[in-house]
């Protein structure tokens, strides 16, 4: 069964600081992986996908995702936070692609100025 | 433009009532979803039609029937509240041989 587990349920960087987020996941097969963000009262917005192409994945806003096979990651990170970057991440996974997407429980990040 | 709209986005009721929620995509996919955020933000999915044929029931009770009327429209009707059902709901939608979730804004459900 497809499973992904995120690191830290809320995570606190300064303005300009260095933004990981951490993803493990767990699936019996070449899993497809997402990165999802929401912002406050907001849906969900995909940032990055990985689908076994490129091992490094650039999304939108600057953030990029790098799928370590050997170590079954797939952390998100952004140079530089700005305080826009506030809001809700959600990792996921997919072993069919799109049927079944399975989400991780959230990391919520904090920027401060 | 809205690629995948659902209505009411706030709905307060009352314990028993009955409730639907409306969600409609005009992206063309032919997969729609709902899925249910709950307070501490966990992410899980209900249900998904492909062509208006339901492909995934995770374990829900009966008091929650989803209806697609047709491939851009998938509503879900919930019998019954319960205070348990206060949540978010998510619809959202994709394309088979794609692998992309779309979702929408969320409906705020508190039941009361």
């Known amino acids: 069964a497809q499973s992904v587990t995120q690191l830290g349920s809320h995570v606190s960087v300064s303005e300009g600081a260095l933004v990981l987020l951490r993803c493990n996941y767990s699936?019996?097969?070449?899993?497809?992986l997402f990165w999802y963000v929401q912002y406050p009262n907001q849906g969900l917005q995909l940032l990055l996908k990985?689908?076994?192409?490129?091992?490094l994945v650039k999304g939108i806003n600057g953030f990029e995702a790098e799928f370590k096979k050997s170590e079954t990651s797939f952390h998100l990170t952004k140079p530089s936070a700005h305080m826009s970057d506030a809001a809700e991440y959600f990792c996921?996974?997919?072993?069919?692609?799109?049927?079944?997407?399975?989400f991780g429980t959230g990391t919520k990040l904090q920027v401060i100025p | 433009d809205t690629a995948v709209s659902q209505t009411p986005k706030y709905l307060v009721t009352q314990m028993g009532n009955d409730k639907s929620i409306k969600c409609e995509q005009n992206l063309g996919h032919d997969t729609m979803y709902w899925y249910k955020q709950d307070s501490k933000k966990f992410l899980k999915i209900m249900f998904s039609y492909n062509n208006k044929e339901l492909i995934i029931n995770e374990t829900v009770p009966n008091r929650f029937s989803p209806k697609s009327p047709d491939k851009a429209h998938l509503n879900l009707h919930i019998n019954s509240l319960e205070l348990g059902d206060s949540a978010v709901y998510f619809c959202?939608?994709?394309?088979?041989?794609?692998?992309?979730?779309?979702f929408g804004e969320g409906s705020w459900l508190t039941v009361v």
């Open positions: 959202a939608s994709s394309q088979s041989g794609e692998n992309t979730i779309y």
């Open positions: 699936s019996s097969v070449p899993p497809y």
């Open positions: 996921a996974v997919s072993e069919s692609g799109y049927q079944k997407v399975t």
């Open positions: 990985y689908t076994s192409a490129a091992t």
